[in-house]
């Protein structure tokens, strides 16, 4: 500037600019580097190729769709969801890093403090630390959530970033940190499953299980590094894989356990086997798993909490709505959804068949939270749940034996209702579904004192057993039955305790076992005068010298029973004893004998509308027919008895039909129908654990394929 400049400065003299004035701008800020928040890549992470692979698939097959401010396309989110400790955050970090390469514009990334100690972050200030990343500076950044949600879509519009979102809380904490445009990649992590990101957002859900035995034994044979691998090594792991239930949390504290001391290995085993969960605990909260389940119940309600800890002392490996309906005795809309919280939680799988489940491990942090409720509300709780199965198995069995004494267990806890069952078809089918929490049930009432439930449970379910072939089951119950016997006061329970559990031990070849309980029965009848009991234990004396091979003597206790339900005037039983001897009789080659026993048996069958009767006198018939040389005859009755026993899905005595009838289709010369008949009665007895019969239905098959 050039020339003078006067000013009127309120007094204060101003001098002449002479020369020439420079305007230097600041110098320019550096650019913002790109965010690199993601932390280093899992240690030890193996398996889950599918869910990577689906991750891929969400990646690079996304169609675009809606804006999540409401213009353009949409960021490509997937939501990966699963209990705590199942190794969700590992395989976000695990894919993240495997896909560096896709996002030249960086990565965000932020544990959302959803299920840890601590309050979950709030939106507003992760948005401070996203926008901070993006180069904008803390102070002028807006303080309210909306302005900073623009502000931040703004700056990740048109950018190809990845954001994870670990260890969400809620569907609600996530919104507010969706990118804007539609080339961004979000990861979220949650215990719940965040319908309403998928609903509202397109997020994939990305659900994960436990690890595959393969990949639980690739993570702790890496863990034993350079130790040499021995028999006793491999069946070390083996037992690991199997206490951990595949659960990734365990294995890696396991395993963590084992690179430290390899040469502990026994003792981590036994740990284990003894401690159960307390044997994965740890001053450390990330290192306990019952510490990391426990934040999964932070944001339950009371009632939820105690639906969680009550699932875990009820019996059985898994549930339905209405079981747990007797077991809170909520009504089945508060049911449901406490269910339904539990599950969004994933502490609770939701199986098919209306089925409900937990995974081992967290079913036993759940019966430890039981040890918080007063011990009335677990008893009462258990009693109702027993009483519901066991009631619902006593409906079960009338549908499926009607003709069997009815025997009606006591009355239930009050507000507790049987399943309905409406027919045989649907019992069989709840009975199938039910068996093992029904097994738990027996066990349950035994641990309550319930002696009378204990015995109930084994005359409820004795149909059921014997004809699914359940043979060590039954053996099991009967056992508890005939202890719970001894506490009761009537002599014909007892005496119906040794009968059937020398049953149990016949048809498990303890033959023994089995005379001994059965000649205590006997003798106990006579003492009492019990006739009918009396026959029955004479009818399954028979059976038990039949499986040693004394048909003689099978047939002496045969007659003895007919003799006895003749003089009762008790038809139904008549025709099982006039079967019986026909059987026997067939066995020593009295032929003729045999079959006027057994045709009439098949008549008072059929007259008492009996078809698990009739098909057993239809197999007798078969084997008279078969060795007499009339084999067309004894297809003719083995085809009707194999239909009836489908129906019935009587598979014990179906396997030995089929393995009958196989001989006299060979005999006809019908090759492939002998073979297609052994093959079945192959499965059956490998199924029912019957190693011999499987073995030598084997042998026939072999021999008919040398012919």
């Known amino acids: 500037m050039h020339g003078g400049v006067t000013a009127d400065t309120g007094g204060t003299a101003v001098g002449n600019l002479t020369g020439g004035l420079h305007v230097h701008p600041?110098?320019?800020?550096?650019?913002?580097?790109?965010?690199?928040?993601?932390?280093?890549?899992?240690?030890g992470f193996v398996g889950r190729a599918d869910q990577l692979a689906a991750l891929d698939r969400a990646l690079t097959g996304s169609p675009v769709g809606h804006d999540i401010g409401g213009v353009g396309g949409t960021a490509v989110?997937?939501?990966?969801?699963?209990?705590?400790?199942?190794?969700?955050?590992?395989?976000?970090?695990?894919?993240?890093?495997r896909n560096l390469h896709r996002f030249p514009d960086g990565h965000l990334a932020v544990d959302l403090r959803g299920f840890s100690p601590g309050d979950p972050r709030h939106p507003v200030d992760v948005?401070?630390?996203?926008?901070?990343?993006?180069?904008?500076?803390?102070?002028?950044?807006?303080?309210?959530?909306?302005?900073?949600?623009?502000?931040?879509?703004?700056?990740?519009?048109?950018?190809?970033?990845?954001?994870?979102?670990?260890?969400?809380?809620?569907?609600?904490?996530?919104?507010?940190?969706?990118?804007?445009?539609?080339?961004?990649?979000?990861?979220?992590?949650?215990?719940?499953?965040?319908?309403g990101l998928v609903a509202r957002h397109g997020a994939r859900p990305v659900h994960l299980d436990v690890l595959t035995d393969t990949e639980a034994r690739a993570l702790l044979t890496t863990a034993l590094g350079d130790t040499p691998t021995t028999p006793d090594t491999h069946a070390a792991v083996t037992e690991l894989i199997s206490l951990c239930g595949g659960f990734p949390l365990a294995l890696g504290l396991i395993a963590a356990r084992i690179r430290t001391h390899p040469d502990l290995l026994d003792d981590l085993v036994a740990d284990l086997r003894e401690l159960g969960l307390d044997a994965l605990d740890s001053?450390?909260?990330?290192a306990s798993l019952p510490t990391v389940l426990s934040w999964s119940l932070r944001h339950l309600t009371e009632q939820q909490r105690t639906l969680f800890a009550?699932?875990?002392?009820?019996?059985?490996?898994?549930?339905?709505?209405?079981?747990?309906?007797?077991?809170?005795?909520?009504?089945?809309?508060?049911?449901?959804?406490?269910?339904?919280?539990?599950?969004?939680?994933?502490?609770?799988?939701?199986?098919?068949?209306?089925?409900?489940?937990?995974?081992?491990?967290?079913?036993?942090?759940?019966?430890?939270?039981?040890?918080?409720?007063?011990?009335?509300?677990?008893?009462?709780?258990?009693?109702?749940?027993?009483?519901?199965?066991l009631h619902t198995t006593h409906t079960a069995d009338r549908l499926l034996d009607p003709h069997r004494p009815l025997l009606p267990p006591d009355p239930p806890a009050p507000d507790v209702r049987p399943h309905p069952l409406p027919d045989a078809v649907t019992a069989l089918a709840w009975l199938d579904a039910e068996h093992a929490t029904l097994l738990a049930a027996q066990r349950a009432a035994v641990t309550l004192g319930r002696h009378h439930v204990v015995w109930n449970f084994a005359w409820n379910l004795d149909t059921f057993l014997r004809r699914r072939g359940h043979r060590h089951d039954?053996?099991?119950?009967?056992?508890?039955?005939?202890?719970?016997?001894?506490?009761?006061?009537?002599?014909?329970?007892?005496?119906?305790?040794?009968?059937l559990f020398g049953r149990a031990c016949s048809r498990l070849g303890l033959h023994e076992q089995a005379t001994e309980h059965l000649e205590q029965a006997l003798n106990l009848a006579v003492q009492h005068h019990d006739s009918t009991e009396q026959a029955h234990a004479h009818h399954q004396l028979a059976l038990a010298w039949e499986r040693t091979g004394d048909d003689r003597r099978a047939l002496n206790h045969a007659r003895h029973a007919l003799d006895l339900h003749r003089s009762l005037d008790q038809p139904a039983r008549e025709a099982h004893a006039l079967n019986a001897v026909g059987w026997y009789a067939a066995r020593l080659g009295e032929y003729d004998s045999a079959r006027i026993h057994c045709h009439a048996a098949l008549t008072l069958h059929r007259h008492h509308h009996n078809p698990a009767g009739e098909a057993q006198t239809l197999d007798s018939l078969g084997y008279i027919a078969h060795h007499v040389g009339d084999h067309q005859q004894a297809v003719d009755h083995y085809e009707e008895a194999m239909i009836i026993f489908r129906t019935l899905a009587y598979t014990y005595l179906a396997a030995e039909v089929f393995d009958h009838a196989g001989h006299s289709y060979v005999a006809l010369g019908q090759h492939e129908r002998a073979r297609a008949v052994w093959r079945e009665a192959l499965k059956l007895y490998r199924d029912q654990g019957r190693t011999a019969d499987a073995q030598r239905v084997q042998r026939q098959l072999d021999d008919l394929d040398d012919t």
Not at 77 to 97: N, R
Not at 137 to 158: F, W
Not at 477 to 494: I, Y
């Open 26 to 43: 600041p110098p320019p800020r550096p650019p913002t580097p790109a965010p690199r928040q993601l932390g280093p890549p899992p240690a």
């Open 474 to 499: 039954q053996f099991a119950m009967w056992q508890a039955a005939l202890d719970a016997a001894e506490h009761l006061s009537d002599p014909t329970t007892l005496i119906r305790g040794h009968r």
């Open 127 to 195: 948005l401070g630390d996203f926008l901070a990343a993006l180069g904008v500076d803390r102070d002028r950044q807006p303080p309210d959530l909306d302005a900073r949600v623009g502000l931040y879509r703004t700056h990740t519009t048109g950018r190809r970033l990845l954001v994870l979102l670990d260890n969400a809380a809620t569907a609600e904490q996530v919104q507010p940190l969706l990118p804007g445009g539609a080339t961004c990649t979000v990861l979220i992590t949650s215990r719940k499953r965040l319908r």
């Open 283 to 286: 001053d450390d909260p990330e």
């Open 310 to 389: 009550l699932l875990g002392i009820a019996p059985g490996p898994d549930t339905t709505l209405p079981a747990v309906v007797a077991l809170t005795g909520l009504s089945e809309t508060d049911a449901r959804r406490a269910l339904a919280v539990l599950e969004e939680a994933s502490l609770l799988e939701r199986r098919p068949g209306g089925r409900y489940a937990m995974h081992d491990l967290v079913r036993a942090y759940a019966a430890t939270t039981a040890h918080h409720l007063p011990d009335h509300m677990c008893e009462a709780a258990l009693t109702r749940v027993v009483d519901f199965h």
């Open 77 to 97: 989110i997937s939501a990966i969801g699963g209990t705590g400790g199942i190794g969700k955050t590992w395989l976000a970090q695990t894919w993240a890093h």
